[in-house]
Structures are given as C-alpha cells and as structure tokens.
C-alpha cells in the first residue's frame, strides 16, 4: 500500500500539489503542468533568469516548453484505474509558502523566520533557536520573503531602531553616524504606538465581487417593477384609447347607416312618384288613341269633351338624377380626425437618467470647488494652502474648543455640503496612508471611538488607502477593493442616484476602484483622515 501511495504522489505537480496536467520538463529535469510553471516564469521576466520552482536552477533564455509523452500517457493511466490522488505532503512547500534556507536536499516547508539571523528554518532546524542560550534574543517572526528589508543595506545590520526625525527605520550603526542626536525610538515602541491609531478590529471581508453581485442583482429587482409598472400602464391607456375610438367609430357608422336609410327612403318615392305618373300618362295616352280612332264626328266630340283637362296639358315632372358623391363632409371629417391622431400620438422617446461620466474631461464638469472646515480638525491636524491641505503633526495645534472638532480620530470635513452631481479629487502622501469619505453633518464627533470615525457608522462611508491596497467600509461589511496605486484618488457623488464612486487618476486615465450603490437622506460633506506624523492630504483645485 506504501508503494501504491509513492507512486501517485511522483505523478504529482510540486506547485498545484495535484495530478500533473499538460505536464512538461524543463532543462534541470524537474516536471510540472505547463500552466504551472509559464506562470512561474511569467513572475520572472523582469529578471531575465528562469529557475526551476523546486531546485530553483535558473538558466537564460526562457525555455521552450515541451510535452512530457511519457509522463502524459502514465497519468492518464493513473486516470484510468481512479485512483484518487493522495493528498499533498504538509512538510513541504506550497506555491505560497517559504522554504526552509538550511535544507540541502528537498526543502521543507518553512515554519518560522528569524529577523536576526535572517533567515527561514524548518521545524527541525528551528529547535536549535529554542535550545541554545546564544539564540534565545533572537526575534521569531511568521515564515516571510522579505527578510532581506529588515538588514539596513549600507551596514547589513538588523534595523531594530526608527528615526522619528527622519522618518525611517535604521540600524545602530545608522544612529552612531548619520543619525546621531535624533529623536530614536526602538521599532517595536513606534510599531505600538502607530498600531494604536490604526482603525479597530475590521469586520468579517466580503469579497467586492459579492457586493458589486448584489447591487446589480438590486438594480434588476428595482429596474424590473419600474419596467413592468409603466408597461402596464401604458397598455391600459392605449387599450382605453382603443375603445374610445372603437365607441367613436361605431357611433359614426351608426349615423352614416341612419344616413343611408334615410336617403334610401328620399328615392324610394320618387321612384314611386315616378311610376305612378307613367301610369297615368300610359293611360291618357290610350284614351287619345282610342279618340283618334272614333269614326263618327259627333262621337268624337262627346268624347274629346269627357278627357280630362289634365290629360291633354299634364306632362311628369323631370327627376334631376345622375353620379352623386354621398357622405364627402363626413370622409373629410373622418380623414381631419385620422390626421390630428396621427400628430398626436408621434413616436414617444423613453429616457432613462443620464450615465455617469467615461473620463476625466466630463467628470471635471462637475468639479465642486471643497475647502476644510478648520472647527472640524483634530488637534494634531495643520491646515495650510487656503484650507485645503492638512498634515498630521506630533503635536497638538492651538485651535480654540468647538462643539464641532473631532477629538478621537486625525479627521476632518468640508465646509460645503455636497448634493446634486459632485466630483472632487484628493491627494496625499505619507507612510501609512489615508481615508477619502462622505460624512452626513450630525456625525458623532468626541467621546464613542467607533461611531467617530469614518465608515464605522451609519452616517458615514469610506475608502481606506495605503501602500498595500484598498479596502471599502461601511457599519455593517468591509472589503478589500483590487485596483492600482496612486497617489491621486478622484471622487465621484451623484446625491439624488445614490452613486458613490472611487477612481485612481493617472494623467491620461481613470481607474474605478469601487462603485457604491447608497440611499443618502441628507446632504454630504467631504471627509479626509492620516495617520502617520508628517503625512499629508490636500484637495487641489482643478482648472
């Protein structure tokens, strides 16, 4: 059974520590999946030099990459007889883990790194750092790669002293030459001290994925009912417009079939006036035959005195007929009513509300010239360049007491409020970095540590920025916000959309880092916060 396990982990990848797939050998004879080790190298292109993940034997050129056959085929055996992959070996490294440096032939997984000796040791090569008088001042600190940033690269000593003068970590050599008669404190009493301003304990992180997953699965749900609401309703007026015209026209058929009924009834007596005098002048023209045909005269005259007066002088009245066009007034009233609909009802243009800005040029159009509120700033914030830019100092500045001023967190806010479109930019500098909000006015400002500060609390909402990243906060979720550094952050607020937006800007381009979809009940302000002594943060004004 040992020997059937030894053969199922020889077919595994040493970097996903799972069956090999596509697997290729490079030059030092080690194999691995082909995406496995071309993403390897991809991390190496700067350095020109292409080493082995295992052995960690680097050659130049990059290598071309090669299939395996032999190996391809015998997983697929493996594949076959499914057998199930044993799970990886705990001692040695993953992709993400630190090697032991004192290992000579396969490395064991790092569990400790020494910043003195710097270097990172297996279990079984630590032990010595546990058992000998000689390491036992010898800081231990979680397996790391950057070792090498705690030696002082001119004395290649430990940097276990900081500069508060200069702002910067050094060795006692440092001290003892460049640094001599400065204010020096040991690293681990600044650590403490800049531990403490950092915000509290962060909330469990949900992943900006999620959270953008959500508001887009939010705006379905809102999108949807609007749509479907005023399809609803336009159907129910159009169909209410179709019976009014479907009334309209009955009632004219109505009038133009009483019309026709009564004109009908017009030539039916004539048609029967006019019979009737045929009638009566067939008969008079009989009775004149038969008196032209009397041979006696005296007869004759009897009977010529007998005719009727009417007889010898009655001729029919004429009837006007011929093509008569009926019914004109109402086809043109029909066609004027045919017309006045049509301009009526012309095409309508469904608009949505416009989108947000694509670049800088039209973000710029909603520039909001922001200054900072000075009874707002914290004790250790100094304001300059017309109250726009605050640098945090060690010590307390002479500002007068006011009911306004944050006294728990290096904050401030805007003098202005902030609705409509809005659209300002922040820019600082500093070792620890700084936070860009939005603030509602009545923000608690002394005393409650959370329900201070920015993006702990439900008046506020914040993006945090340092040198390793982002992060979004609110009361009740933070997350971590992918996206690249810089020095500039531009804001975009759409108050009555409900649009909060975080751009990193470069000079050509913007970046979005997050977009936040929020219900705001009352005017903004603007809201800045630094933590580390001689940072700073202005907000430039833009031409």
């Given at each position: 059974?040992?020997?059937?396990?030894?053969?199922?982990?020889?077919?595994?990848?040493?970097?996903?520590?799972?069956?090999?797939?596509?697997?290729?050998?490079?030059?030092?004879?080690?194999?691995?999946?082909?995406?496995?080790?071309?993403?390897?190298?991809?991390?190496?292109?700067?350095?020109?030099?292409?080493?082995?993940?295992?052995?960690?034997?680097?050659?130049?050129?990059?290598?071309?990459?090669?299939?395996?056959?032999?190996?391809?085929?015998?997983?697929?055996?493996?594949?076959?007889?499914?057998?199930?992959?044993?799970?990886?070996?705990?001692?040695?490294?993953?992709?993400?883990?630190?090697?032991?440096?004192?290992?000579?032939?396969?490395?064991?997984?790092?569990?400790?790194?020494?910043?003195?000796?710097?270097?990172?040791?297996?279990?079984?090569?630590?032990?010595?750092?546990?058992?000998?008088?000689?390491?036992?001042?010898?800081?231990?600190?979680?397996?790391?790669?950057?070792?090498?940033?705690?030696?002082?690269?001119?004395?290649?000593?430990?940097?276990?002293?900081?500069?508060?003068?200069?702002?910067?970590?050094?060795?006692?050599?440092?001290?003892?030459?460049?640094?001599?008669?400065?204010?020096?404190?040991?690293?681990?009493?600044?650590?403490?001290?800049?531990?403490?301003?950092?915000?509290?304990?962060?909330?469990?992180?949900?992943?900006?994925?999620?959270?953008?997953?959500?508001?887009?699965?939010?705006?379905?749900?809102?999108?949807?009912?609007?749509?479907?609401?005023?399809?609803?309703?336009?159907?129910?007026?159009?169909?209410?417009?179709?019976?009014?015209?479907?009334?309209?026209?009955?009632?004219?058929?109505?009038?133009?079939?009483?019309?026709?009924?009564?004109?009908?009834?017009?030539?039916?007596?004539?048609?029967?006036?006019?019979?009737?005098?045929?009638?009566?002048?067939?008969r008079s023209t009989?009775?004149?035959?038969?008196?032209?045909?009397?041979?006696?005269?005296?007869?004759?005259?009897?009977?010529?005195?007998?005719?009727?007066?009417?007889?010898?002088?009655?001729?029919?009245?004429?009837?006007?007929?011929?093509?008569?066009?009926?019914?004109?007034?109402?086809?043109?009233?029909?066609?004027?009513?045919?017309?006045?609909?049509?301009?009526?009802?012309?095409?309508?243009q469904v608009f949505?509300?416009?989108?947000?800005?694509?670049?800088?040029?039209?973000?710029?159009?909603?520039?909001?010239?922001?200054?900072?509120?000075?009874?707002?700033?914290?004790?250790?914030?100094?304001?300059?360049?017309?109250?726009?830019?605050?640098?945090?100092?060690?010590?307390?500045?002479?500002?007068?007491?006011?009911?306004?001023?944050?006294?728990?967190?290096?904050?401030?806010?805007?003098?202005?409020?902030?609705?409509?479109?809005?659209?300002?930019?922040?820019?600082?500098?500093?070792?620890?970095?700084?936070?860009?909000?939005?603030?509602?006015?009545?923000?608690?400002?002394?005393?409650?540590?959370?329900?201070?500060?920015?993006?702990?609390?439900?008046?506020?909402?914040?993006?945090?920025?340092?040198?390793?990243?982002?992060?979004?906060?609110?009361?009740?979720?933070?997350?971590?916000?992918?996206?690249?550094?810089s020095s500039r952050?531009?804001?975009?607020?759409?108050?009555?959309?409900?649009?909060?937006?975080?751009?990193?800007?470069?000079?050509?381009?913007?970046?979005?880092?997050?977009?936040?979809?929020?219900?705001?009940?009352?005017?903004?302000?603007?809201?800045?916060?630094?933590?580390?002594?001689?940072?700073?943060?202005?907000?430039?004004?833009?031409?």
């Open positions: 059974m040992a020997q059937k396990a030894l053969d199922q982990v020889s077919f595994f990848c040493p970097v996903c520590l799972d069956l090999v797939k596509d697997p290729v050998t490079i030059p030092c004879g080690h194999s691995y999946c082909r995406n496995c080790v071309q993403h390897h190298w991809d991390q190496e292109v700067k350095k020109q030099r292409y080493s082995c993940p295992e052995c960690r034997q680097s050659v130049s050129p990059r290598p071309v990459l090669i299939q395996n056959i032999m190996l391809a085929g015998l997983v697929e055996q493996l594949k076959d007889t499914n057998l199930r992959a044993s799970p990886a070996d705990p001692c040695y490294p993953g992709p993400q883990d630190v090697s032991c440096d004192v290992c000579t032939e396969r490395k064991f997984k790092a569990v400790q790194s020494c910043l003195q000796c710097v270097a990172s040791y297996c279990e079984s090569h630590l032990q010595p750092h546990y058992d000998d008088a000689a390491f036992q001042k010898h800081q231990l600190v979680a397996p790391s790669h950057k070792l090498q940033g705690n030696i002082c690269s001119e004395h290649k000593k430990v940097m276990d002293l900081f500069c508060c003068s200069d702002q910067e970590s050094i060795c006692y050599l440092c001290y003892t030459v460049q640094h001599k008669g400065h204010d020096i404190v040991s690293s681990a009493s600044e650590r403490a001290q800049r531990q403490a301003e950092l915000p509290g304990p962060a909330l469990p992180l949900q992943s900006p994925q999620d959270t953008d997953q959500k508001g887009l699965k939010q705006e379905i749900r809102d999108i949807r009912p609007s749509a479907q609401t005023v399809v609803k309703h336009n159907r129910d007026s159009f169909r209410e417009m179709g019976l009014l015209l479907d009334k309209r026209r009955s009632e004219m058929e109505q009038q133009i079939l009483s019309q026709e009924q009564t004109q009908l009834s017009r030539v039916q007596e004539l048609q029967d006036q006019l019979q009737q005098d045929l009638t009566e002048l067939k009989s009775e004149l035959d038969t008196l032209s045909l009397t041979p006696a005269h005296n007869q004759f005259l009897q009977l010529y005195a007998s005719l009727s007066t009417d007889t010898q002088s009655t001729e029919p009245a004429r009837i006007q007929t011929g093509p008569r066009r009926y019914f004109e007034d109402v086809i043109r009233a029909a066609s004027a009513l045919r017309d006045k609909l049509q301009l009526t009802l012309s095409p309508i949505l509300s416009p989108g947000e800005p694509c670049s800088r040029e039209v973000f710029l159009q909603y520039y909001t010239d922001i200054t900072l509120d000075p009874n707002t700033a914290h004790p250790k914030l100094s304001l300059s360049d017309g109250n726009r830019k605050i640098t945090r100092m060690r010590k307390d500045q002479s500002y007068p007491d006011h009911p306004d001023r944050f006294n728990e967190w290096c904050q401030i806010l805007s003098r202005e409020s902030l609705t409509g479109r809005c659209y300002w930019e922040v820019e600082w500098r500093g070792e620890w970095g700084v936070t860009i909000a939005v603030s509602y006015r009545d923000i608690w400002r002394k005393e409650a540590y959370l329900k201070c500060g920015f993006g702990y609390n439900d008046e506020s909402w914040a993006l945090f920025y340092h040198k390793s990243g982002f992060s979004f906060r609110t009361r009740t979720v933070e997350f971590h916000v992918s996206g690249p550094l952050i531009g804001v975009y607020l759409d108050h009555s959309a409900g649009v909060l937006a975080f751009y990193c800007v470069s000079e050509s381009t913007m970046s979005l880092l997050h977009r936040a979809q929020i219900t705001f009940t009352d005017s903004l302000y603007a809201g800045l916060r630094i933590y580390s002594i001689g940072a700073t943060a202005h907000v430039p004004e833009l031409k």
